[in-house]
């Protein structure tokens, strides 16, 4: 999860300083905390209603996660 977060802030803001803290609540919650350039973002909350998460469902809080740095690193400047 970490490898894939990663990545997509890479392609979305990688000039971005950001730390994130990701939290997995009973296997179908997902939620990230979020610094960017030293300011707190609101909370990422991901959930999956019908199952585990999947490979496709931790790309898709990859991507949201990687959306929010990025418009927060554009704002910053």
Do not use: N, W
């Amino acid at each position: 999860m970490c490898a894939e977060i990663e990545r997509a802030v890479a392609r979305a803001a990688p000039t971005a300083h950001y730390d994130i803290e990701v939290r997995v609540l009973p296997k179908s919650r997902l939620i990230a905390s979020l610094t960017v350039s030293g300011r707190a973002l609101p909370e990422q909350h991901f959930a999956m209603m019908d199952g585990e998460l999947d490979t496709g469902a931790v790309q898709r809080f990859a991507a949201t996660v990687a959306e929010a740095i990025a418009q927060a690193a554009k704002a910053a400047k």
